[in-house]
């Protein structure tokens, strides 16, 4: 398992000590809950975390669980998803845009999709430079809130860029940057800021150098061939659906599951 730091596991990045403390407990909590579990179930995969799995022998992979593969309509958030910005994702070039972006994508002069939620600040527009809007036009689309899953897998999408943690979790900057190596780090300058020449040089070298492309694209294949009929997590899950079917000596079936998502 790769090394970590310590800077960004989930409970030092709230800010407060309050909210510090009451998260570390939070997780003490779940790690005494899942000693009772017969199951650990991970919504991952041994192609992306093998070291992590071989660590923890218990933990299994059944993943990943595609939210896309159920037959409702999902829904993980409370905010309107504004569906004009698929329409405007139609337009554009295959692999030209990206989600979430913060103003220094304005100098990369590419389309880009940036999500700004309601209440992010008490003035929305005073977010944007004067004449921010103007200079865009049409390049950039602003929305308060997009269907995540159907952006990402749209053809018009390059990358993805976050000012948070993918997942939101501890792990995420030492896989992505580190192991996976198909994502890049914003580096903040003297002044704790990532500055718009950062953004616009980290972006130029993920889209510029095809090697990042092909690391996630050999991913994508490892990962799907895992969830196939013949699959380690297919497996898995194969064998879990077995043991809930089974019954103990009461005739009941033993339920004490510990799903980690």
């Known amino acids: 398992m790769p ?5 960004e596991l989930g409970w030092t990045c709230m800010g407060s000590v309050p909210t510090i403390k009451a998260l570390f407990k939070l997780a003490l909590t779940a790690v005494e809950a899942a000693k009772a579990a017969q199951w650990l179930l991970c919504n991952s995969t041994n192609a992306l975390e093998s ?14 669980l595609l939210a896309s593969n159920r037959l409702a309509k999902q829904a993980v958030h409370f905010w309107n998803e504004d569906m004009t910005c698929l329409e ?30 309601p209440g992010l600040t008490k003035e929305t527009c005073d977010m944007y430079p004067d004449g921010y809007m103007d200079r865009i036009g049409t ?13 990402l897998a749209h053809p018009s999408i390059a990358c993805f860029l976050s000012r948070n943690s993918t997942l939101e979790g501890f792990l995420n900057r030492t896989c992505i940057c580190d192991v996976w190596m198909n994502g890049l780090w ?4 003297e002044n ?12 130029d070298q993920l889209i510029n150098h095809r090697e990042f492309k092909t690391r996630a694209l050999d991913l994508k294949e490892k990962v799907m061939n895992s969830i196939r009929e013949d699959g380690s997590s297919c497996k ?8 809930m079917q089974e019954k103990d000596g009461y005739g009941e079936n033993v339920m004490k599951i510990q799903l980690g998502l």
Not at 51 to 64: E, K, R, Y
Not at 94 to 113: M, Y
Not at 139 to 151: D, E, F, H
């Open 186 to 189: 914003f580096e903040k300058d």
């Open 236 to 243: 898995n899950f194969k064998r879990f659906v077995k043991w």
């Open 51 to 64: 070291a992590t799995f071989n660590l923890f022998p218990n933990l299994v992979a059944i993943g990943p």
């Open 88 to 117: 405007w994702l139609d337009q554009q070039p295959a692999c030209s845009v990206f989600q979430e972006v913060a103003l220094g994508l304005e100098l990369t002069n590419r389309p880009f999709l940036w999500v700004v939620r």
């Open 3 to 7: 090394s970590m730091r310590s800077t």
């Open 139 to 151: 390049r950039g689309k602003i929305v308060s809130w997009a269907p995540q899953p159907a952006v």
């Open 192 to 203: 704790g800021v990532i500055g718009r020449d950062e953004i616009m040089g980290k972006i």
